[in-house]
């Protein structure tokens, strides 16, 4: 007996039980638009940071850099007019408080040349002139790191800007651009500091930063340069040039991630270039108005005016400011060594694979309802 196309319709596995619908029991996945955020949130904020964090140095970095931030918070904060440090500290019962740095002319005999842990109102005691030596410290800290900020983050975004476009364009570009660096390059830095800052008398903590490495990008951008030219020939490189990709968007995708380790520790050799020549500024009295508004300052009235190194029981004045000196900069040396493995694609494709895993793991624990 001939079927007839009414009869076969219902059984007929092209169709969904004669209504038309191909594959109407399939289930159709679509990527909504918050999964997409959260994969990408994943893969460049939370990947990121735990291949980062699993190095004890970074651990230690951040902890030493948020100790800074935070204390530069508060007399942020104080500057502004809210005193939550010191009303936190008279809740407390602590006889110190954060005082802003003034002029030495007018403090009390009783405040002077009181030595550590002697009075508490002073826990590390004062100067021969009587200014108080741990308000000093972090009156100081907000200044400094809006300085390392900005030195860093200029001289870092200049090279790299420069590096990139020159290596990868060529021809013209390549040339103009060259010939800026090694105009650059011939100027010796700190004098050129030296001569701008007398000449603007900067008071500004990111004017300073800037001032400090305004030519410290030149040699990273030249080296930068070279990397480049070799990267430009590479297989993917050329595949990505091929298909029309854009020069911004393949420096962005193909270039860059290469670069980023030499990038991120030329950032903090331009970070601690900043510290340390902001307080060779200070010292040398280039900077500053004659308060303890800075480290160096600080250093400068330890040796040069209370004979810190050979007048016994002053050593307290010199070490003070030396240790948040040299604690940021052991930070930024172990910032920079620990995120390298952020950039390392076996570690990586390791936490990649990792990552995978423990996805797998949880549906086959939790399989969808």
């Known amino acids: 007996m001939k079927r007839t196309d009414d009869d076969a319709g219902d059984d007929d596995p092209r169709t969904d039980g004669g209504t038309g619908e191909m594959f109407g029991d399939s289930e159709i996945t679509a990527v909504t638009r918050r999964q997409r955020a959260r994969e990408t949130f994943d893969e460049s904020v939370i990947?990121?940071?735990?291949?980062?964090?699993?190095?004890?140095?970074?651990?230690?970095?951040?902890?030493?850099?948020?100790?800074?931030?935070?204390?530069?918070?508060?007399?942020?904060?104080?500057?502004?007019?809210?005193?939550?440090?010191?009303?936190?500290?008279?809740?407390?019962?602590?006889?110190?408080?954060?005082?802003?740095?003034?002029?030495?002319?007018?403090?009390?005999?009783?405040?002077?040349?009181?030595?550590?842990?002697?009075?508490?109102?002073?826990?590390?005691?004062?100067?021969?002139?009587?200014?108080?030596?741990?308000?000093?410290?972090?009156?100081?800290?907000?200044?400094?790191?809006?300085?390392?900020?900005?030195?860093?983050?200029?001289?870092?975004?200049?090279?790299?800007?420069?590096?990139?476009?020159?290596?990868?364009?060529?021809?013209?570009?390549?040339?103009?651009?060259?010939?800026?660096?090694?105009?650059?390059?011939?100027?010796?830095?700190?004098?050129?500091?030296?001569?701008?800052?007398?000449?603007?008398?900067?008071?500004?903590?990111?004017?300073?930063?800037?001032?400090?490495?305004?030519?410290?990008?030149?040699?990273?951008?030249?080296?930068?340069?070279?990397?480049?030219?070799?990267?430009?020939?590479?297989?993917?490189?050329?595949?990505?040039?091929?298909?029309?990709?854009?020069?911004?968007?393949?420096?962005?995708?193909?270039?860059l991630p290469n670069l980023m380790p030499y990038i991120t520790v030329n950032f903090v050799y331009a970070a601690r270039r900043v510290v340390y020549d902001s307080i060779a500024l200070y010292y040398l009295g280039l900077l500053g108005g004659g308060m303890a508004e800075n480290w160096g300052v600080m250093l400068d009235w330890a040796y040069n005016l209370y004979n810190a190194l050979t007048v016994s029981g002053k050593a307290y004045m010199l070490l003070a400011p030396m240790v948040p000196i040299v604690a940021l900069s052991m930070a930024l040396i172990l910032l920079s060594q620990g995120t390298d493995r952020l950039f390392n694609p076996r570690v990586r494709t390791r936490h990649a694979g990792e990552t995978v895993q423990e996805d797998d793991t949880d549906r086959e624990v939790n399989p969808p309802a």
Do not use: C
């Not at 809740?91 to 007018?106: D, H, K, Q």
């Not at 080296?223 to 490189?237: A, G």
């Open 47 to 255: 990947a990121p940071f735990k291949v980062a964090w699993a190095d004890w140095r970074t651990k230690v970095a951040l902890l030493i850099l948020g100790g800074f931030v935070a204390t530069a918070l508060l007399v942020w904060l104080h500057q502004a007019g809210y005193t939550l440090l010191n009303d936190a500290l008279r809740l407390f019962g602590s006889p110190w408080e954060l005082e802003a740095p003034r002029s030495p002319v007018g403090i009390t005999d009783e405040r002077r040349s009181v030595r550590p842990f002697e009075n508490w109102q002073y826990p590390l005691g004062t100067f021969d002139n009587g200014v108080d030596i741990l308000s000093a410290l972090l009156w100081a800290t907000p200044s400094m790191l809006q300085m390392v900020l900005a030195g860093g983050v200029f001289s870092t975004a200049m090279a790299t800007a420069v590096g990139t476009v020159s290596g990868y364009k060529g021809g013209t570009v390549e040339s103009v651009l060259n010939t800026i660096v090694d105009i650059a390059m011939s100027i010796p830095g700190l004098p050129l500091v030296v001569v701008l800052v007398a000449i603007i008398r900067p008071s500004s903590p990111y004017v300073i930063g800037v001032l400090i490495t305004i030519n410290v990008w030149a040699g990273l951008a030249r080296t930068i340069h070279s990397q480049v030219l070799s990267l430009r020939e590479q297989s993917y490189v050329e595949a990505s040039r091929t298909m029309g990709i854009s020069t911004p968007q393949i420096i962005r995708t193909d270039i």
